[in-house]
């Protein structure tokens, strides 16, 4: 048995769908978390202070109850409709490879996270590596680095991670490169240990410009002196 009782394998044509289901939770938890974000932020600020101007103008008279419910009434307007458009638009998307069975060779390579011992062994972490089409030297994006809420914290990510970049080392890779939201932060501090480091920053408008999304592209270029 593997230390801890989790082992590292590449990934099996029979593991589709247990995958698939993990990674959506994994992306689900992230939704509530983003649409906080956008009401706590001052992007947010403009469009629903716009929705009220255009409904202040219909009232007349307005007492401070009427305000605070119209202003209440925006916010849960503005929060339900980008639940909504990040569960039927962008989830879907995100997971649109997995619609046509998700090949494994779409990707270079893909490992899992097996938990469990004797014969019962369950899923619960995955990552890949996928080949950059737009680039003409040898430059990998790491891809659905993913472990299940009730094993966090017990170095399965880290293990998963170690085996990407040892891959990437072993095979003379120039670059591997991850790209990351805004809801994702404290998962840099463990990439970082890894040896990434930001190149770019950038901002992301979706639903009519109302959702604003900050997307981070981390590279870790000099991988045989990696941080382990």
Excluded at 81 to 101: C, W
Excluded at 132 to 141: R, T
């Amino acid at each position: 048995m593997s230390e801890c009782g989790v082992r590292i394998r590449e990934l099996e044509v029979g593991d589709y769908d247990q995958v698939k289901r993990m990674i959506k939770r994994g992306l689900s938890e992230h939704i509530p978390v983003a649409m906080k974000a956008q009401l706590q932020t001052s992007a947010a600020v403009p469009g629903i202070l716009l929705g009220l101007s255009v409904l202040v103008v219909f009232i007349t008279s307005l007492d401070f109850m009427s305000l605070a419910l119209l202003l209440c009434t925006t916010g849960f307007i503005f929060y339900a409709s980008g639940l909504l458009y990040l569960h039927l638009y962008t989830l879907p998307n995100e997971l649109e490879e997995f619609n046509s069975g998700w090949p494994i060779n779409r990707y270079e390579k893909f490992w899992v996270a097996e938990a469990g011992e004797g014969a019962r062994w369950q899923i619960v972490g995955s990552v890949g590596l996928r080949r950059m089409s737009d680039s003409s030297e040898y430059k990998l994006e790491l891809k659905r680095m993913s472990v299940e809420k009730n094993f966090r914290r017990k170095g399965i990510a880290s293990r998963l991670l170690r085996t990407a970049l040892d891959y990437s080392s072993e095979n003379d890779v120039k670059e591997v490169v991850l790209r990351l939201t805004s809801v994702q932060m404290p998962a840099i501090k463990l990439y970082s240990k890894f040896g990434f480091r930001t190149r770019r920053v950038e901002k992301q408008r979706s639903m009519f410009g109302m959702l604003h999304l900050t997307v981070l592209e981390l590279v870790v270029s000099d991988l045989s002196t990696r941080s382990m």
